[in-house]
T-cell receptor, first 113, second 112 residues
């Protein structure tokens, strides 16, 4: 089966600019996650969707980060305005309610200069 | 915070078994032990998971102690491509609803 697709793979922006990341989960997976991974650390959950509803966004910096999952399939994560400390890899993952196995995309590496 | 403790790094010779330990002394009765690995510049990859019985698949074996307070991931014949960060995670139930909380993991370096 096709894996979790993310784009772009790399993005360089200046601070205070905005950026958006896109994720297409595995077909049929109801749960979608966005993680942030800073260099040298494990991934940290930003937001979890169940279909098109938010299950957990407690660690999402809502003053600058937003995410949506229209129609319960694709999702976008936006940062506006970006800060230097937002430089990280942004990982999208999806899982099946039936098996619980979680699959990750390759991530988008964001550099804020 | 992550509920597991892992050594920050380990070395292994190619062809030998790699045994990666994990302590999860506060694990609850309904929590599973999951292992993921992350090869450089890739997203985490599922390896194996278990509740209390030992598990084996084509990638690895998982040994969980009887009291469930620790476990060991075994890669029976490590190759250079097994060089990666390995994450041990405890996760409530076997459901897609529960999230994966990552720690810093163990950096495994497999050398020729």
């Amino acid at each position: 089966e096709a894996g979790v697709a993310q784009s772009p793979r790399y993005k360089i922006i200046e601070k205070r600019q905005s950026v958006a990341f896109w994720c297409n989960p595995i077909s049929g997976h109801a749960t979608l996650y966005w993680y942030q991974q800073i260099l040298g650390q494990g991934p940290k959950l930003l937001i979890q969707f169940q279909n098109n509803g938010v299950v957990d966004d407690s660690q999402l910096p809502k003053d600058r980060f937003s995410a949506e999952r229209l129609k319960g399939v694709d999702s976008t994560l936006k940062i506006q305005p970006a800060k230097l400390e937002d430089s990280a890899v942004y990982l999208c993952a999806s899982s099946s309610d039936r098996t619980g196995s979680t699959f990750f995309g390759q991530g988008t590496r964001l550099t804020v200069v | 915070d992550a509920k597991t403790t892992q050594p920050p790094s380990m070395d292994c010779a190619e062809g030998r078994a790699a045994n990666l330990p994990c302590n999860h002394s506060t694990i609850s009765g309904n929590e599973y032990v999951y292992w993921y690995r992350q090869i450089h510049s890739q997203g985490p990859q599922y390896i194996i998971h278990g509740l209390k019985n030992n598990e084996t698949n084509e990638m690895a074996s998982l040994i969980i102690t009887e009291d469930r307070k620790s476990s060991t991931l075994i890669l029976p014949h490590a190759t250079l491509r097994d060089t990666a960060v390995y994450y041990c995670i405890v996760r409530a139930e076997n459901s897609g609803y529960s999230t994966l909380t990552f720690g810093k993991g163990t950096m495994l370096l497999v050398s020729p």
